[in-house]
């Protein structure tokens, strides 16, 4: 996993460098979540997920394990509720309202109307291959960006200064500060109508905290967990889009005010439908040519040397 992450990070740097021979200092950059962004929940293999109503669709890759959960709250009863390429195991009715498309099997009860299930679909509405290609190059095209300002842990808090002006507020945060981060401040700098990206180091990180200063924002953050494996999310409201597309998700009692993208989820939560606002303006900074550079030659090495333990491995 991680030699095939640092080769996909290697390519990316390699991008980033021929647009900054293209285009100068200033790298345009669109922030849309493709074919995600049309989902509350993002899941690229399993979800497990028990006791709760959910507004918004859901798409799953793999497997999808519903206990007593009910998606698609808000959704037109002919739209796409839920999406899944593996099998479907629910003991109520899926969805709310809205289409299921099933790549595998649906097991239900007996008493469930299955006349919106569709199953052994062939030609399920997302390419979830092509999907984990572009969330894994997003996030990592997005963890390169220049900051526009600090991230500063203390006091059990985070405090967010931007530079006042950029329209894409970019910040670095270590993933151990966020696992201990209990409140954030109120933002300063920060323009009311600017797109925030947080970009979090750090392979095992649990959200947790007061975000009530994020809330006017919350359509416009996203939680960029370029580098989590593990993210635990506990009890609470998270204020804005989450993009994990390597993590585990384990969660308990939480609420996500955007959308939620993982490798796998499992626990309890819900969504609120907010969707997250693509950001498509100005230019952001892009990384110095020298740190890229430097990032390009050291990933090279490790990625070839990634290949040669996976040759090894095979042999």
């Known amino acids: 996993m991680k030699a095939i992450r640092l080769i996909n990070l290697l390519t990316v740097a390699v991008a980033a460098l021929a647009l900054l021979g293209l285009a100068g200092p200033?790298?345009?950059?669109?922030?849309?979540?493709?074919?995600?962004g049309a989902y509350s929940a993002f899941v690229l293999h399993d979800l497990d997920v028990r006791y709760n109503q959910t507004t918004g669709a859901y798409a799953v890759g793999g497997d999808a394990d519903l206990r007593s959960y009910t998606i698609g709250y808000g959704v037109g009863p002919s739209d796409n509720s839920l999406v899944v390429g593996g099998n479907l195991k629910s003991n109520i009715a899926p969805v709310a309202s809205g289409q299921v498309q099933v790549g595998g099997k649906a097991k239900?009860?007996?008493?469930?109307?299955?006349?919106?299930?569709?199953?052994?679909?062939s030609n399920l509405p997302v390419d979830f291959g092509a999907s984990q290609q572009y969330l894994e190059d997003l996030s990592g095209t997005l963890s390169l960006l220049q900051t526009t300002g600090a991230a500063t842990y203390k006091y059990g808090g985070i405090y967010l200064n931007g530079d006042g002006s950029s329209d894409l507020q970019v910040f670095n945060i270590s993933g151990n500060d966020l696992s201990n981060t209990n409140w954030w401040a109120a933002l300063s700098s920060i323009p009311s109508d600017a797109h925030i990206i947080l970009n979090v180091s750090g392979d095992d990180i649990s959200l947790q905290g007061g975000q009530q200063a994020l809330t006017d924002f919350s359509d416009k953050i996203l939680f960029n967990f370029?580098?989590?494996?593990?993210l635990a999310i506990n009890n609470i409201t998270v204020q804005g889009t989450i993009l994990a597309p390597y993590a585990e998700i384990l969660t308990s009692g939480a609420t996500i005010n955007g959308q939620i993208i993982a490798k796998q989820i499992e626990g309890s939560f819900n969504t609120t439908g907010q969707s997250y606002s693509p950001y498509s303006g100005g230019g952001a900074a892009a990384p110095e040519p020298g740190t890229l550079l430097l990032l390009a030659s050291a990933l090279g090495g490790a990625a070839g040397w990634g290949r040669l333990r996976l040759r090894r491995k095979k042999g």
């Open 108 to 121: 239900l009860p007996s008493w469930v109307d299955r006349s919106n299930i569709h199953q052994k679909q």
């Open 226 to 230: 370029y580098e989590a494996e593990q």
């Open 26 to 36: 200033a790298l345009a950059t669109n922030v849309n979540l493709g074919t995600a």
